[in-house]
């Protein structure tokens, strides 16, 4: 299964990292690759809820939606 946000408020390098800590850590969770520039963050597992990608992101200060 493969899920794309679009995640708002990452500015560097940093705002990067934690979101893709963030997701990697939610269960089901088995890759991610954040897109700085593009602002979005793509990922992939099994049985992975959005609602809970997006607590995650939330968690770390920045807003997630589901892309498209």
């Known amino acids: 299964m ?3 946000l679009n995640v ?10 934690a979101v893709e800590s963030a997701l990697k850590a939610v ?11 593009g602002g979005t963050a793509k990922v992939i597992g099994e049985g992975v ?6 607590a995650a992101v939330a968690d770390e200060g920045y807003s997630a939606v589901a892309a498209g």
């Open 2 to 4: 493969k899920i794309e």
């Open 8 to 17: 708002a408020g990452m500015t560097c390098g940093h705002c990067k990292s």
């Open 27 to 37: 269960n089901g969770v088995t890759a991610v690759e954040v897109d700085l520039a």
């Open 49 to 54: 809820q959005l609602e809970a990608l997006v």
